[in-house]
């Protein structure tokens, strides 16, 4: 479904939004690149690509305290940058046997790696002191049924905005190869439900990030870092659609497009 230019928007300026800087740092590119051009295909060559992706990343791991020092760190650096906002927003990431996650009312701005506790696929606290995330059944999901190392979860504003606008975001960008070409946007339901998470888990089929209608964002990948660098892509890519929008209909990249793109970036070896 097409996406409207965003309501209220006055005419021939841009709303203030956060800076549009470009994402495609060394780092980024390296993680922007990793799919195939087969990805931006559709049906089971594209679903196919992404769990393949996952499925053969190493299964060596760090140890936990250094999981969770990673997972601290990135929770500030994400409440810095204005993608979470007090207690919300969490993440997660695949540990030994189990599932470390931001723990139930803590600010990810003020969050100590101590406090972070270890749980099973199931849910079942294995290690720590607070209860899990209220959105464990959102990120626990996405470890049985694609394969994640790394999950987030936040409220960032651009991308939230058109989460209560549009039906998609479209592929407007080449850099959207690494979320799956253009991002789905999950159907609204009570946050913390079982029918939230398997509504996004079902919309994110085939991408590696979605929008949650009214809500917020999910991505995941081979580790959290990963995640990360796809939330903040999202929320780059969101701003970018709202800048173009307000000048006029965004010009969007065809499937062949896209897989030309891939494939030239690929060609010249960036991410190797």
Known sequence: MGAPAPAGAPSGCAPKARELTEPCSDNHVQLYLKLSKTQ????????STVTDSIDALSTSLPGLPELR????AAGRSMAQEGLVTGTSGNLSCRAQEGVLISPAGVALGRLRAEQIPLVDLNGRMIEGELPPSSEINL???MYRRYGARGVVHTHAPMSVAL???VDELPCV?????DLGGHVPVAPYFTFGTQE???AVHNAIEGHTAALMANHGTLAYGKDLATAAARTRLL????TLYWHAAVIGPPRTLTEAEQRDAAA????RGYGT
Do not use: F, K, P, Q
């Open 139 to 141: 990120h626990l999901g």
């Open 173 to 177: 960008h080449y850099l959207m190869a």
């Open 69 to 72: 020092e990673e997972m601290a």
């Open 40 to 47: 931006l295909g559709s049906g089971d060559s594209r679903r």
């Open 235 to 238: 929320e780059w890519v969101a």
């Open 264 to 267: 030239e970036l690929a060609r």
């Open 163 to 165: 989460a209560c606008v």
């Open 196 to 198: 939230l998470a398997d």
